[in-house]
């Protein structure tokens, strides 16, 4: 896989295409949807799917345009996140509107290319997406380069979220992880630096 990180809306989302050559999976396609077709045709491919590590509005945004102009592709999510679709809460118009449910929602867990590994904590059908083969996880607002993601929204636990990175940790630390928001690190990094972690 190619991993190709475009940062989109004013949150600054990481949204990440992952691409075999033949297709393209947007994760957290939060906005700028024509920006992010765009990106796919550059490297030669449609998307065919959405992953979300989260359904926070800040990184689902996208998902009503590029259904529009890609059809009615899969959006792999937790089900345990499925009801912030529509959520009063979880909107911040007019830049991020409300984004009913999805048509075409499957289980994360279901999703062939990638290992959905459950990191709840920062919301509680929080995934990481670990893409074993390539080496990269997705880690979406669970982990950040010397942080971690906020507990203190609705659902949010800073217990479960310290669970979770104890299961993120136990990856081989060449891992690269890409996060939800900012730069790059990777797991042997984090092990070493992050405050969060307690070795
Ligand atoms: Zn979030
Ligand atoms: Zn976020």
Known sequence: MKFVVLQVGSYGVN?????????????DPGAEAERIVEAARSEGVRVAGILLTH?????????????QICGDIPVYVHPADTPMFGHPFN???PEYPSVPKP???????????????????????????????????LSGDT????SVGRTDFPGGSMTRLVDSLSRLV????????????????TIGREKSSNPYIVA
């Open 91 to 93: 909107m911040l118009p």
């Open 143 to 146: 982990l950040f380069a010397g």
């Open 170 to 185: 136990a990856l081989p630390p060449e891992t690269k992880v890409i996060p939800g928001h900012g730069p790059s690190t």
């Open 15 to 27: 949204c990440t295409l992952a691409t075999d050559g033949e297709s393209a999976w947007a994760v």
């Open 103 to 137: 048509s075409n929602i499957l289980p994360a867990c279901d999703f062939p290319f990638a290992e959905a590994i459950e990191t709840p904590g920062h919301t509680p059908g929080g995934v990481s997406w670990y893409f074993k083969d390539d080496g990269v996880l």
């Open 55 to 67: 359904a926070h509005f800040d990184h689902i945004g996208a998902i009503p345009a590029l259904k």
